[in-house]
């Protein structure tokens, strides 16, 4: 079976790139929402980013600017809400999550033209990028893994104590925004690729199932980074194989990593 | 002790209230170099509030908190919480303040004698241990003052005596200022040049022999009759008829000649 597939075709190498390069910047820096207990961050800024598609097209432009500047709108304003330090997290997330899910989900049903791709903002296609997209995906991979480099000792440092690291002398505000930011541009552009509803699996996933394997922060970002991939490359085969959506049997090939390793007799357990 | 004319941290009338609710009146105090001053006060008394505003983490609705010029401050906060996600070794936590060597880390867990915890990961180490890594974090990067939130919660008795001892010799040793909140004035008194009893005001202030003598004092956190002698008496007591620690509150059901409790 799998000797039909080869020599590939070009559209499952494009996948395979692409793909590749969304989990490698999806891994890391979802190790930090992992970290910080902020799992729902993604979703948030993913929601958001359906209200940055409809609000593009509103101004007639698919600009991945648009759903950039939507992500970093509604995290600026969870950073305002966390100011007030009254409401936990968790509900703050809620409340912006869904608030711009609906601004989206009306926006998009106001214009016909996106309102037949709904499904394609959803769940993404990821056997449909083309070159320019694999360059976007380049772009924003190199920026995403480098901009975390430059804020990793403070993002780590805040990720353990605030106010320690605060006292410590670091910008606690600079470095959340643009570890924000980051994010942002990473559901813009992974975005066409694993759809709004599937980014989050692969910032959480890769993460999750690295921690068992890793005895250091760096580590566990590298590892996640090779899970990621991994998962990919299972299940865009598992999807030209079984002929099944891409995008959820890359989410599935993560999640069986995820529970192999929970299976594993290594001690790395605390 | 020596007092430099500039404090390291000067804090005037500050007053604040989260909603309605009054936290702090007019607190003044300054710490200054060489100087271990201790806030001790009942629960809800507003000492983390203070130490919050001290480190210049919360802004007061009114007065001010002063630090001086380009200090580098060691905090030791009360408790942190790691999520067991983020594999994180005793070391790496300790490196997280920035410019720390592998060296500097060597030293000062030596200094507050858990060296041998270097490599675990910091979720597993006991709560007092990791109040000495805390304290470690805290020293880290020579700073000029040290401000500790309950350092020694979690520590036995003798543990204690041991972490206030360093204290004392650090202090010596680098000349720093130290703030620290404290519950238990006996343990610290030999250390500390200055008490600030806290009940949302200052109530008292002083040298620990003062405050203790003060009626202020004893109507918020004394016992009954004499302090010293008087606590250490009853300690034993709870630990002889018992065999184990018990909750001060179990005393009265048991000693109800000494009146040996709190007058709460």
């Known amino acids: 079976m799998i000797t039909e597939l080869f020599p590939l075709d070009e559209f499952i190498i494009n996948a395979l790139i692409a793909g590749s390069m969304v989990a490698m910047a999806a891994g890391p820096l979802g190790c930090f929402l992992v970290w910080r207990r902020m799992a729902y961050f993604g979703d948030t800024i993913s929601h958001s980013a359906l209200m940055g598609v409809g609000l593009g097209f509103a101004f007639g432009s698919q600009n991945p600017f648009f759903v950039i500047l939507a992500c970093a709108f509604v995290s600026m304003v969870l950073l305002g809400l966390q100011r007030g330090n009254k409401f936990s997290m968790d509900t703050l997330l809620g409340i912006l999550a869904h608030g711009a899910l609906s601004v989206g989900l009306i926006v998009i049903a106001l214009q016909e033209a996106v309102r037949q791709n709904m499904m394609y903002y959803l769940i993404g296609d990821i056997l449909s990028v083309d070159q320019s997209g694999i360059f976007g995906v380049a772009f924003m991979m190199i920026v995403a893994l480098g901009g975390l480099v430059l804020i990793w000792k403070p993002l780590l440092a805040i990720t353990v104590h605030e106010d320690l690291a605060r006292v410590e002398g670091v910008d606690v505000l600079k470095t959340k925004i643009i570890y924000m930011l980051l994010i942002a541009m990473l559901v813009a552009f992974a975005m066409k690729i694993i759809g709004v509803l599937l980014i989050t699996s692969l910032m959480i996933i890769p993460a999750a199932a690295a921690r068992i394997v890793s005895r250091n922060p760096v580590q566990m970002a590298l590892f996640s980074m090779l899970i990621g991939v991994a998962s990919v490359i299972m299940g865009v085969f598992a999807s030209s194989i079984w002929d099944i959506p891409t995008g959820p049997s890359v989410v599935l090939s993560a999640i069986v990593i995820f529970l192999l390793g929970r299976l594993l007799p290594i001690g790395a357990r605390t | ?264």
């Not at chain 2, 710490?31 to 919360?58: C, D, R, W, Y």
């Open chain 2, 1 to 264: 002790m020596p007092k430099n004319s500039t404090p390291l941290l000067d804090l005037v009338k500050v007053s604040i209230a989260f909603g309605k609710r009054s936290i702090l009146q007019e607190v003044s105090f300054s710490v200054g170099q060489g100087e271990i001053v201790t806030l001790i006060g009942p629960n809800g008394a507003g000492k983390s509030t203070v130490m919050k505003i001290a480190l210049g983490l919360l802004e007061p609705d009114t007065g001010s908190a002063r630090r001086a010029r380009d200090i580098a401050i060691g905090y030791m906060p009360q408790k942190i919480l790691i999520e067991d996600f983020l594999p994180l070794s005793v070391r790496d936590f300790l490196k997280l303040r920035a410019g720390t060597t592998d060296q500097d880390v060597e030293e000062i867990l030596k200094l507050v004698r858990v060296g041998h915890i270097e490599d675990s990961p910091v979720q597993s180490v006991s709560g007092g241990e990791m109040q000495r890594v805390l304290m470690a974090r805290a020293l880290l990067g020579n700073p000029d003052l040290i401000v500790l939130d309950e350092p020694v919660q979690g520590v036995d008795i003798r543990g204690q005596q041991e972490l206030y001892q360093l204290i004392e010799r650090i202090r010596d040793r680098r000349g720093c200022g130290v703030l620290m909140i404290s519950h238990d004035l006996h343990m610290v008194m030999s250390g500390t040049d200055k008490v600030i009893c806290l009940n949302r005001h200052v109530c008292c202030s002083g040298s620990p022999d003062l405050v203790q003598k003060d009626p202020e004092y004893h109507a918020l956190l004394g016992l009954p009759g004499e302090g010293l002698a008087l606590y250490t008496h009853q300690h034993n007591h709870s630990h002889d008829l018992h065999g184990n620690v018990l909750a001060d509150e179990d005393n009265t059901d048991h000693q109800p000649e000494e009146s040996c409790d709190h007058d709460h």
